[in-house]
Nanobody, 124 residues
Framework: QVQLVESGGGLVQAGGSLRLSCAHS????????MGWFRQAPGKEREFVAA????????DYTDSVKGRFTISRDNAKSTLYLSMNALKPEDTAVYYC?????????????????WGQGTQVTVSS
């Protein structure tokens, strides 16, 4: 059984930076693509970024391109999301998820395991 635990969220001013981490345990981390999703109050969960199992391919939603970077350390079984130039509209609970596939994908139904989420709040 896979366990995913996010950390690194918090309160930051607009223009600031945060780095989220997701610790993975239970199955081989390096065998599957991983992703980040977020859910703002009153909104549906949305795709943020994904990375292939070997880190060679990444995908981002348009609103975070150039500001967020997804990465992974397969030796440490950890997924990261570096977030720069944060905006108030980035405020949400951020979830990491493990894909059923090796290639990066942005569809929530491709992800079978999810963390509990970490809150990111960006003040204006």
């Amino acid at each position: 059984q896979v366990q995913l635990v996010e950390s690194g969220g918090g309160l930051v001013q607009a223009g600031g930076s945060l780095r989220l981490s997701c610790a993975h345990s239970g199955r081989t981390f390096s065998s599957r693509a991983m992703g980040w999703f977020r859910q703002a109050p009153g909104k549906e969960r949305e795709f943020v970024a994904a990375i292939s199992q070997n880190g060679g391919d990444t995908d981002y939603t348009d609103s975070v391109k150039g500001r967020f970077t997804i990465s992974r350390d397969n030796a440490k079984s950890t997924l990261y999301l570096s977030m720069n130039a944060l905006k108030p509209e980035d405020t949400a609970v951020y979830y990491c998820a493990r894909s059923a596939y090796q290639l990066a994908t942005r569809h929530a139904w491709d992800f079978g395991s999810w963390g509990q989420g970490t809150q990111v709040t960006v003040s204006s």
